[in-house]
Each structure stands twice: as C-alpha cells, then as structure tokens.
C-alpha cells in the first residue's frame, strides 16, 4: 500500500474549509486538518512557503510527489478521491 496523506490547512468559522474536510471524510479519507488561526509555523508555511493568502490550502502527498492548492476546489478533491479508490 503506498503512503499517502491528505493536509488542510483550516480557520474557524470557514465555509468552504468544512465542505472540503466533509468531501475528504465522505469519500472515507481522513485529512489531517491544521488550524492556521493557532498554528503560527502552518500559516508560514502555506503563506511564505506555497504562497497561498485563501483558506482551505489543501496538501495532497504521495509516493513522494505532491499537489497542493488553495480554496473549495471540487474538481481537485474529486480526483483525490479517484486516486485513492483505485488502491
């Protein structure tokens, strides 16, 4: 089986960031989920690292390749998804 993980990079009170984390969790995928409001290094790495200023940021790794991207993008979620069904 190989590794995969599954980041999003969330605030309180953020739209968009639950109906992400809801489309991972349905699908039975389980995203690691960082609160940026309280997590000072995750808001520096998503803003200075990957240069994203919009919640969620979403971080999909596996076999040591990743894809990131930031807001509600069902499209990219939805391919997620299909990449781990397949296994």
């Known amino acids: 089986m190989s590794a995969m993980t ?4 969330t605030k309180p ?5 639950k109906l992400t984390v809801r489309k991972f969790e349905s ?6 989920i960082v609160d940026i409001t309280t997590n000072s290094e995750a808001l520096d ?14 971080v ?8 990131h991207w ?3 993008q069902p499209d990219k979620i939805n ?3 299909e990449l781990e069904k397949t296994h």
């Open 6 to 9: 599954i980041t999003v990079y």
């Open 13 to 17: 009170g953020c739209g968009p960031c």
């Open 27 to 32: 699908a039975g995928l389980n995203p690691q």
């Open 45 to 58: 790495y998503i803003s200075d690292e990957l240069g994203y200023a919009q919640a969620p940021v979403v």
């Open 60 to 67: 999909y790794e596996k076999d040591g390749s990743e894809d």
């Open 70 to 72: 930031s807001g509600l």
């Open 79 to 81: 391919k997620v998804i």
